[in-house]
């Protein structure tokens, strides 16, 4: 017979072992989502909105009772790296995650070079990444299986600003395209040449410009001097900002300015002030309440609690990170599973409403949400133009930067 002190020895053992192994069942309920993320660097800034939108996915769903995988449900948590706007770390830090971290699933970076370098990681190892940080078109035309993305082509982000052109008053017929020389501006370009040539446009002037380029005096000059009535301009915000100071201090002013990217950003206006003024851009997204989604109800709902917990708007790129999370949790919820080869291919059927948009990824694993165009009037982003037409009047033609 065991003493009584043996006897509680023994116990104090056994229920340290049991605390032990609840203690790392509990731990194996997490499914862990990867993903590196340009927190510092010259793209930081766009970077934050995945970061933040990532984590508000996260706690959200965590709050709502977490991922139900074969009616068990299952906390999230993320694993973040900065990749310092670093391409060759980030593909680093993305090998990391998924050979020695071991993450259950991948979200994505920012941009498209890098998201066309990361996925490359998840091809190899074939674990899933979705990503709404690249829209290039080079991502989706490898038959990668393990790569999808919420960004809509890049080849036809100006596709809805063309149409537009088409019913200006008075119609211009002229048109500079400009365009870095990363992945997804090459491809933005790529798209829209055809399709101002179909429009019956003149390109008066087609470049493609350094990538981080701050010096844009050449290319305004151009304009000037061959007097182009409407400047498409493909690039990253920084560049944006820049070219548009540049155009001003040079007095260079067209009938209209477009650009990719910047103009739905509120730190796009706050840092032009109303130099941001008549500037046009386009965005797949707008919060609205018609938006309806399983966790946030609706895309105003979303928009509100993103900006009280950040201070600061989101655009679309962090409506798009959080429909990531989404897709990622709809597709483990379909499968009933967190294996990447499960999950891959429910991510290839899933269909479901976010507060991005609806999802439903196309055969190459890109979805195509169309772009409406944007511009900024006064102190505010209105619609201008969208899939049934002229929303709000476009204020064009813009005057002279002294007339203003």
Avoid at 68 to 86: C, E, F, M, R, T
Avoid at 111 to 136: C, H, I, R, T, W
Avoid at 161 to 180: E, F, H, N, S
Avoid at 209 to 221: C, E, I, K, P, Q
Wanted: glycine share 8%.
């Amino acid at each position: 017979m065991l003493s009584l002190k043996r006897s509680q020895w023994i116990a104090s053992v056994l229920a340290g072992c049991f605390a032990a192994w609840t203690g790392c069942a509990a731990l194996a309920q997490e499914v862990v989502l990867g993903a590196s993320v340009q927190l510092t660097g010259p793209v930081a800034n766009t970077g934050r909105y995945y970061r933040d939108a990532y984590q508000l996915a996260v706690d959200k769903i965590n709050a709502a009772g977490g991922v139900k995988i074969a009616g068990q449900p299952h906390k999230l948590a993320l694993k973040l790296y900065d990749n310092q706007s670093d391409v060759n770390l980030s593909v680093r830090q993305y090998t990391q995650l998924v050979s020695q971290d071991k993450v259950n699933l991948l979200l994505g970076p920012f941009a498209s070079n890098f998201a066309l370098a990361d996925s490359a990681v998840s091809e190899k190892y074939k674990v899933p990444m979705v990503q709404g940080g690249g829209a290039s078109d080079q991502i989706f035309a490898r038959n990668f299986k393990y790569i999808f993305g919420t960004l809509a082509p890049a080849s036809n982000y100006f596709g809805s600003t063309v149409d537009m052109l088409q019913l200006l008053k008075p119609p211009p017929k002229t048109v500079a395209l400009l365009y870095a020389d990363d992945a997804f501006d090459v491809s933005v370009a790529q798209g829209t040449r055809p399709m101002l040539k179909k429009a019956g446009l003149e390109i008066a002037i087609d470049e493609r410009y350094s990538t981080n380029a701050t010096d844009f005096s050449s290319l305004l000059s151009q304009i000037k001097s061959k007097n182009v009535e409407v400047v498409l301009v493909a690039g990253h915000e920084t560049e944006i900002l820049n070219f548009v100071r540049q155009a001003k201090s040079l007095a260079v002013a067209p009938k209209m300015y477009s650009f990719t990217v910047g103009v739905p950003s509120e730190d796009f206006r706050k840092a032009l002030g109303k130099d941001a003024d008549y500037a046009f851009g386009m965005t797949a997204w707008l919060p609205s309440a018609a938006l309806k989604d399983r966790w946030f109800g609706d895309a105003l709902q979303f928009a509100k609690e993103y900006q009280a917990r950040f201070g600061y708007e989101p655009d679309y790129h962090a409506a798009s990170g959080v429909a990531d999370v989404e897709a990622l949790v709809q597709a483990m919820e379909d499968a009933g599973s967190t294996d990447p080869q499960k999950v891959r291919d429910a991510l290839a059927k899933l269909k479901f409403d976010s507060v991005y948009g609806p999802v439903s990824f196309g055969k190459n694993g890109q979805i195509d949400l169309p772009q409406v165009v944007i511009q900024v009037q006064g102190d505010k982003l209105v619609e201008v133009y969208g899939a049934k037409g002229f929303v709000t009047p476009p204020k064009y033609p813009m005057p002279a930067w002294n007339a203003r």
